[in-house]
């Protein structure tokens, strides 16, 4: 059983920084890949970002790429997305979650567990 909790969030003006973490409990953190899903208002859970358990790879949705980062300390059991250069289309509940295996996935399936979100708002 892996338990998430993102923190983070908050209210930004376009081309503001956040920079969004999840802590993870449990023994397996560094066995498994992690992502970030995001979900706005009337729409559907989205893909963000993910990165393997040894954090030599990563991968991202094309909205975000080169403006998000993400990343994670396995001593710390903790991933973090960096996202920079935000546009009032990031405003989303983030979402932290764990996968059952090693390399990285973009879909929602392949993760079992998920954190309660942290809310990300942009204003132009």
């Known amino acids: 059983q892996v338990q998430l909790v993102e923190s983070g969030g908050g209210s930004v003006q376009a081309g503001g920084s956040l920079r969004l973490s999840c802590v993870a409990s449990g023994r397996t953190f560094s066995n498994v890949a992690m992502g970030w899903f995001r979900q706005a208002p009337g729409k559907e859970r989205e893909f963000v970002a993910t990165?393997?358990?040894?954090?030599?790879?990563?991968y991202y949705v094309d909205s975000v790429k080169g403006r998000f980062t993400i990343s994670r300390d396995n001593a710390k059991n903790t991933v973090y997305l960096q996202t920079n250069s935000l546009k009032p289309e990031d405003t989303a509940v983030y979402y932290c979650?764990?996968?059952?295996?090693?390399?990285?996935?973009?879909?929602?399936?392949?993760?079992?567990?998920w954190g309660r979100g942290t809310q990300v708002t942009v204003s132009s």
């Open positions: 979650a764990a996968a059952k295996q090693t390399w990285t996935t973009s879909r929602r399936n392949d993760y079992p567990y």
């Open positions: 990165i393997s358990a040894s954090g030599g790879t990563t």
